[in-house]
């Protein structure tokens, strides 16, 4: 089996240096993971390129709930990308789409622009766009690096046909990422059924903060189905499992 690049979905700092120890080839930062991934703090950027050696791509993400933008989230996401790439990011990821779900080609191409010599990522928006193949046409003729897919399904497992398909028509015009519910055990049959180069997934384990337990009538999570006593961190160990199972 060729190498293949390990990247693995942090939230904080705190995990990426913990995603290096396991073995990581390089780090997609994010905030909010519960939300699918949102923008993540300057200073966890900061704090992580100071502890690891590995590249740290982040995060250019708003809100969750879809991926058309406003006037005033748009600008939101420039100065966020244009801070943290100043702060020492090594690429950003995004996706915008348009209302019909089609890429928003002229606002991903400002989002490229600002990039400039640094890695320009278009994340798992591209699952829920019509015509992929017609998609990563789009994305390349922009200049986009890389394409984060799970094959447009919830997980890449079940998504192998048309992940390999994808794959095949980029050829070596872009880069594509596949994630979605890799593990340790799916992670060679998911590499050897597409011929992936890079693979992506979060490796967490819980870790109690018991500041919260000794009061349960008082509430400050948002959604009612996260413990207030509980926090997740990336476990190196699993990183590592997977990191093994790829080499």
């Known amino acids: 089996m060729k190498k293949t690049t390990l990247e693995i979905c942090c939230a904080s700092a705190a ?8 073995g990581a080839d390089r780090i997609e930062l994010n905030s909010a993971m519960v939300f699918g991934g949102l923008t993540p703090s300057i200073g966890d950027l900061i704090e992580a390129k100071k502890r690891i050696n590995i590249p740290v791509v982040v995060m250019i993400r708003p809100r969750s709930g879809g991926f ?22 090594d ?17 991903n191409k400002i ?48 998504g ?27 992670v060679k049959k998911i590499i050897l059924r597409t011929g992936a180069e890079q693979i992506h997934l979060s490796a967490f384990k819980e870790i109690f903060d018991n500041s919260a337990s000794h009061q349960t009538k008082v509430s400050f999570n948002g959604l009612k189905s996260l413990p207030e006593n509980k926090y997740k961190i990336t476990d190196s160990k699993k990183v590592k499992a997977v990191k093994n199972n790829i080499s």
Request: charged share 35%.
């Open 15 to 22: 995990d990426a240096v913990e995603a290096e120890k396991g």
């Open 160 to 186: 192998l046909k048309l992940a390999r398909e994808i794959i095949n028509y980029a050829g070596d015009r872009i880069e594509v990422l596949l994630g979605g519910g890799i593990r340790e055990h799916n």
């Open 68 to 89: 058309c933008c406003s006037e005033i989230e748009f600008e939101v996401m420039k100065k966020n990308a244009e801070k943290l790439l100043a702060a020492g990011a």
């Open 91 to 107: 690429g950003i990821v995004f996706g915008i789409l348009k209302e019909d779900g089609s890429p928003d080609i002229e606002k």
């Open 111 to 158: 989002m490229r622009k600002i990039a400039g010599d640094k890695e320009a990522v278009f994340h798992r928006a591209f699952d829920i766009v019509s015509d992929p193949f017609a998609a990563v046409d789009q994305l390349t003729d922009i200049g986009i690096d890389r394409i984060l897919t799970s094959g447009q399904q919830a997980k890449v497992e079940d």
